[in-house]
């Protein structure tokens, strides 16, 4: 659910037509947004440190779509958490 909100928002893809229940909370979703660009250089340096294919990305939006097509977003975190510690 997560990787999904996030993927909307990259693509900035209007949350007006989800269906009740079916996405989390503005607030909730703003916070993992928030999150994500706050830690994004961080993370992205480990993770391209980790797999190369990913530093061709050139901007935050790049990475983020290539990391969720390649690896998917429990996966990036999952690695992250082995150098990090991620929340």
């Known amino acids: 659910m997560q ?3 996030l993927e ?3 693509s900035e893809r209007s949350d007006q ?3 009740l229940g079916s996405l989390p909370d503005r607030r909730t979703a703003g916070r993992w947004w928030d999150w994500l660009q706050k830690s ?3 993370f992205e ?3 391209r ?3 190369a294919e990913l530093g061709r990305a050139a901007d ?3 990475f983020w779509r290539r ?3 390649s690896m998917g977003l429990v996966q990036a975190m999952t690695l992250l958490d082995q150098e990090l510690n991620i929340p």
């Open 8 to 10: 909307r928002q990259l």
């Open 67 to 69: 990391v969720f097509e």
């Open 17 to 19: 037509r989800r269906a």
């Open 60 to 62: 935050f939006g790049a």
């Open 40 to 42: 994004s250089l961080l």
């Open 3 to 5: 990787q999904a909100h």
């Open 45 to 47: 340096f480990h993770l």
């Open 49 to 51: 440190a980790r797999c």
